[in-house]
């Protein structure tokens, strides 16, 4: 980080450990704040490589992380949550001590566990970041600065986490146009296994309850948009979500079961045939989430709620 003053880092290097569209947008939206000078990137695929120069979302493609690393004063680690591991061990010797290293990873504390096991002294570069936002569209094609306007991003610095680099990470995020919260690491997976992983875990499943079905295919056609709304986020990525999911194991599945009990209640009341309690638990959902919406500073908004978290 160059020191114009404590509080608007202006950095020299970014370097992007993959060119998807979280870190595509991310880099796209840094450029055009001008707080970065040079962008280098790395992905697996050559060809996604290239197509990220191709659309001036990076400057240079680097044939591996440590040689994007190299001198980096900025470092996003845009990978799925069970490629992080790989990427701290294979980024670690490359690493500045002075640098700052963000995830834009969906879970917390396995990308920490991950950190503290790869990256030894470096740990106090690493702030863990989670920006609530995203598309069910990945890859750098999609890519768009604008992705992170308006949207929340979640820090859960570390003990070790060094305070320029806490104080940096804030910046550069509200920056790209994110409003900012700090959390610590287990409230982070807590929260999100409720309000991100168990929705997209059942938007999965009524699919595939619905499709199990001999006329699934029938009833398909002729779904409208009230379907189309719910079952918005099941076209997302399996790879990405099979490792958060995976990742968030104990407190998905602690919310299963919380569901489980929602929904036998609405069981029990329409087996009971007991109207007026079906329309308390249907008015009870619907003014928590009229409330919801109208919430200021909530991370979604009524005109966008198509967003990736």
Same mark, same amino acid.
């Given at each position: 980080? &160059?020191?114009?003053?404590?509080?608007?880092?202006?950095?020299?290097?970014?370097?992007?450990?993959?060119?998807?569209?979280?870190?595509?947008?991310?880099?796209?939206?840094?450029?055009?704040?001008?707080?970065?000078?040079?962008?280098?990137?790395?992905?697996?695929?050559?060809?996604?490589?290239?197509?990220?120069?191709?659309?001036?979302?990076?400057?240079?493609?680097?044939?591996?992380?440590?040689?994007?690393?190299?001198?980096?004063?900025?470092?996003?680690?845009?990978?799925?949550?069970?490629?992080?591991? /790989?990427?701290? =061990?294979?980024?670690?010797?490359?690493?500045?001590?002075?640098?700052?290293?963000?995830?834009?990873?969906?879970?917390?504390?396995?990308?920490?566990?991950?950190?503290?096991?790869?990256?030894? =002294?470096?740990?106090?570069?690493?702030?863990?970041?989670?920006?609530?936002?995203?598309?069910?569209?990945?890859?750098?094609? @999609?890519?768009?600065? /604008?992705?992170?306007?308006?949207?929340?991003?979640?820090?859960?610095?570390?003990?070790?986490?060094?305070?320029?680099?806490?104080?940096?990470?804030?910046?550069?995020?509200?920056?790209?146009?994110? @409003?900012?919260?700090?959390?610590?690491? =287990?409230? @982070?997976?807590?929260?999100?296994?409720?309000? /991100?992983?168990?929705?997209?875990?059942?938007?999965?499943?009524?699919?595939?309850?619905? &499709?199990?079905?001999?006329?699934?295919?029938?009833?398909?056609?002729?779904?409208?948009?009230?379907?189309?709304?719910?079952?918005?986020?099941?076209?997302?990525?399996?790879?990405?979500?099979?490792?958060?999911?995976?990742?968030?194991?104990?407190?998905?599945?602690?919310?299963?079961?919380?569901?489980?009990?929602?929904?036998?209640?609405?069981?029990?009341?329409?087996?009971?045939?007991?109207?007026?309690?079906?329309?308390?638990?249907?008015?009870?959902?619907?003014?928590?989430?009229?409330?919801?919406?109208?919430?200021?500073?909530?991370?979604?908004?009524?005109?966008?709620?198509?967003?990736?978290?």
């Amino acid at each position: 980080m &160059t020191s114009e003053s404590p509080l608007t880092p202006r950095f020299d290097k970014l370097a992007l450990i993959g060119c998807g569209l979280m870190g595509g947008s991310f880099a796209l939206a840094l450029r055009e704040a001008g707080w970065v000078k040079h962008i280098v990137g790395f992905s697996a695929s050559e060809k996604t490589r290239q197509r990220a120069v191709a659309l001036h979302v990076i400057d240079q493609a680097c044939n591996s992380v440590a040689q994007a690393v190299q001198d980096a004063d900025l470092v996003l680690l845009a990978v799925p949550v069970g490629a992080m591991q /790989s990427s701290f =061990e294979a980024l670690r010797p490359a690493l500045s001590a002075h640098a700052l290293l963000m995830d834009v990873g969906s879970t917390k504390c396995d990308v920490v566990t991950a950190a503290q096991q790869h990256l030894g =002294e470096r740990l106090s570069c690493f702030v863990p970041a989670h920006p609530i936002a995203g598309k069910e569209l990945a890859g750098i094609d @999609h890519a768009e600065s /604008s992705l992170y306007q308006a949207r929340r991003t979640i820090l859960t610095p570390l003990p070790q986490t060094g305070a320029a680099q806490l104080q940096a990470a804030q910046a550069v995020w509200q920056a790209v146009g994110s @409003h900012v919260t700090v959390m610590n690491p =287990e409230d @982070h997976d807590a929260t999100f296994a409720a309000v /991100s992983h168990l929705p997209h875990l059942l938007a999965f499943a009524a699919i595939n309850a619905l &499709t199990a079905q001999a006329q699934g295919d029938t009833f398909l056609q002729m779904a409208g948009p009230g379907f189309r709304d719910f079952s918005r986020i099941a076209a997302s990525d399996p790879a990405v979500w099979r490792d958060i999911l995976n990742a968030n194991q104990a407190e998905v599945l602690t919310q299963m079961a919380h569901f489980r009990t929602a929904l036998d209640a609405f069981e029990t009341v329409l087996k009971q045939g007991d109207t007026a309690a079906l329309q308390h638990l249907i008015q009870q959902a619907s003014q928590v989430r009229s409330a919801w919406t109208l919430q200021a500073g909530n991370a979604c908004h009524t005109a966008s709620e198509t967003q990736r978290s």
